[in-house]
């Protein structure tokens, strides 16, 4: 961390300055220019943060040199990392897609739904039990009974399952369903308490970008499910609010290869919720892996019409088919398999 005091800071004002980074158990650097000084911490500054400085007399600004990010970072180590869900790997050369409907809703629905996406070439599937939902009053999921419908119909086809996790009190049911992939879905991305509560388990979890979130906010985020020990981390991008109102939400691409870049865990998109309608999901889920992305999440459901829950965004069967047949072709064309 480096510290820029102002032009008239006094030695008193260094003095405190140069004891708070002691007392933290850093080494302190001083460099006295012509204009001003600037005080350098050398050691673990993860320790320090600017409020720490800011307010003291004689500061002007303080800031890291390092990312707050270790983990997470490519910095600290270069190769991907390849996430090993239930024998599926990814972060490797195959983009995993995952579908399947935005919530459970009944036997007959899950089986069809499970039937169709394995038909088409998904690999994993969707579907929420849990569900956060903008209105109180609205289907809000079927809870535990939807979690057994959704591993009935994936144990089926021999699909792993991605569910959302809300609350951390049931975590531990999650486990006894064996979810294969925990999502934390975009309402929760920095929910901290739900984050630490992840980061003690080993399971694999989805981190989606929260709606408004930064990068750094959202590797800062994953930091915390590392730093309680979990490493098994899937970032996924499903679009941010901007001042366009035209579609649900911006598909942030330009986040897919920055973020590929900043950490070496898989980074996977979800072109449904992106997009908000079901005719966009295509051309933005081509544009994602041409962007290089590791997956997708995508919403699948065998009667749209009749879906309780994002129902304008949900992808027929045949669509499906149609477009993983698509996706194939853009998969070849940079490097990778479907
Ligand atoms: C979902 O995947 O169904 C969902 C609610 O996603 P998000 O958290 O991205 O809105
Ligand atoms: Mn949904």
């Known amino acids: 961390m480096i510290i ?3 032009p008239d800071a006094d030695e008193k004002a260094i003095e405190a300055v140069e004891a708070k980074i002691l007392a ?13 000084t600037l005080i350098g911490a050398v050691g673990d500054e993860r320790k320090l943060d600017p409020e720490m400085f ?49 919530s459970v809703e009944t036997a007959p629905q899950m089986a069809a739904a499970a039937t169709a996406v394995r038909a088409a070439g998904a690999r994993l599937m969707r579907g ?30 021999d699909l792993p399952i991605v569910t959302e996790l809300m609350d951390p009190r049931m975590l531990e049911t999650f486990l006894q369903y064996y979810v294969d992939v925990i999502q934390i879905g975009t309402r929760n991305m920095q929910n901290f308490d739900l984050l630490k509560e992840v980061g003690r388990t080993n399971k694999p ?9 930064t990068l750094n906010e959202w590797l800062m985020a994953a930091e915390y499910i590392a730093a309680g020990g979990n490493h098994n981390i899937i970032f996924c991008e499903r679009g941010i609010r901007t001042f366009e109102t035209a579609y649900r939400n911006v598909l942030d691409v330009t986040a897919v290869p920055m973020l ?53 965004q949900a992808l027929t069967p ?21």
């Open 4 to 6: 820029v005091m102002q």
């Open 24 to 36: 933290h158990g850093l080494q302190v650097h001083i460099s006295r220019g012509t204009e001003r």
């Open 54 to 102: 800011d307010p003291m007399p004689g500061v002007e600004k303080s800031m890291h040199i390092l990312k707050q990010y270790k983990i997470v970072a490519r910095e600290w180590h270069k190769a991907n990392t390849v996430i090993d869900v239930s024998g599926i790997p990814f972060g490797a050369d195959t983009v995993q897609v995952i579908a399947g409907p935005c």
């Open 128 to 157: 929420g039990a849990f569900k956060p939902r903008t209105s109180p009053y609205t289907f809000q999921g079927m809870g535990v009974d939807g979690l057994e419908l959704l591993r009935t119909a994936a144990d089926a086809q």
């Open 205 to 213: 979890v989805i981190l989606k970008r929260g709606m408004s979130a």
């Open 260 to 312: 590929k870049r900043e950490t070496h865990f898989p980074v996977i998109v979800d072109p449904s919720h992106a997009g908000g309608k079901a005719w966009l999901v295509p051309a933005l889920a081509c544009a994602a892996v041409a962007a290089g992305a590791d997956g997708l999440l995508i919403e699948v459901h065998p009667n749209p019409c009749e879906a309780l829950c994002d129902a304008d």
């Open 318 to 338: 045949d669509e499906f088919a149609t477009l993983m047949r698509q996706l194939a072709g853009v998969a070849r064309a940079v490097g990778r398999n479907l």
